[in-house]
C-alpha cells in the first residue's frame, strides 16, 4: 500500500510552534519531491514549502520565509515542518504529498495539481 500519513497537528497560541511529521509507507520517499500544503475552509489549497528528491533544494511560500523548515531523514522515511512564530492566518488543514521530481521546487511546490500522493491532513489551529 502506498501511502501518507501527516501527524503533529493541534491547537497553539499565536506565537507558539508544532511540528508536524509526514510518514511514508509503501515507497521510499528518497526518490520524490515532497511538499507541504495547506487549506483554510473557503479557501484555495497553497503550497507552503517544499523539498527536493535530488540535491536537498528548498522552497518556502514568502508567508512562512524565515519561521517555518522543512527537512527530510530518509533513514526513517519522514519529512517534517517544524512551524515557528504561528499566526492565526495558519490556520488550516496541512497535508504532505509526494511526486517523482520533474520541474523545480518553486515551480511544483505552487502547482498542487502535479503532486501523485497526498496524506489525509492534519489540523492545525493557531488561536488564543
Known amino acids: 500500500q502506498v501511502q501518507l500519513v501527516e501527524s503533529g497537528g493541534g491547537l497553539v497560541q499565536p506565537g507558539g510552534s508544532l511540528r508536524l511529521s509526514c510518514a511514508a509507507s509503501?515507497?521510499?520517499?528518497?526518490?520524490?519531491?515532497i511538499g507541504w500544503f495547506r487549506q483554510a475552509p473557503g479557501k484555495e489549497r497553497e503550497g507552503v514549502s517544499c523539498?527536493?528528491?535530488?540535491?536537498?533544494?528548498?522552497y518556502y511560500a514568502d508567508s512562512v520565509k524565515g519561521r517555518f523548515t522543512i527537512s527530510r531523514d530518509n533513514a526513517k522515511n519522514t519529512v517534517t515542518l517544524q512551524m515557528n512564530s504561528l499566526k492565526p492566518e495558519g490556520t488550516a488543514v496541512y497535508y504532505c504529498a509526494a511526486v517523482r521530481r520533474i520541474s523545480t521546487v518553486q515551480t511544483m511546490c505552487v502547482a498542487p495539481t502535479v503532486w501523485k500522493y497526498w496524506g489525509q491532513g492534519t489540523q492545525v489551529t493557531v488561536s488564543s
Open positions: 523539498i527536493s528528491s535530488s540535491d536537498g533544494s528548498t
Open positions: 509503501g515507497f521510499t520517499l528518497d526518490y520524490y519531491a
